[in-house]
């Protein structure tokens, strides 16, 4: 058993949400639950994922996401390569339910 921490993700509009799970992108973690966001290379660098954080802390896996620093300081990521540091809320108009959890 781990005692690792879980943040709740919110998508808007959709009202979508899912669990950080440890170790893995928001990406990553959305499709755990069975729920798609637009994405790409999986990197950082395309830009396909990005999305506005409207509430929430995040933290990058990787040095240099593709984002300026101005783009970061009105809030975007890609969550491609970003883990939740608390509940998070997104908006992300292309999320979708692949499935039921
Ligand atoms: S999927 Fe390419 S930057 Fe996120």
């Known amino acids: 058993m781990t005692n690792e921490k879980r943040f709740l993700v919110t998508l808007q509009p959709s009202d979508l949400q899912f669990e950080q799970v440890s170790a893995l992108s928001l990406l990553q973690s959305a499709l755990l639950a069975g729920i798609r966001m ?3 290379c999986r ?4 830009r396909t994922c990005l999305c506005k954080l409207s509430t929430g802390e995040i933290a990058y896996q990787i040095e240099w996401p ?3 620093r101005e783009e970061k300081a009105e809030g975007w990521l890609l969550p491609c390569v970003a883990e939740a540091r608390s509940d ?3 908006e992300v108009p292309g999320a979708l339910r692949l499935r039921e959890k």
């Open 38 to 40: 637009p994405n790409s």
């Open 43 to 46: 990197n950082g660098t395309c």
């Open 66 to 68: 593709g984002l300026t």
């Open 88 to 90: 998070l809320q997104l």
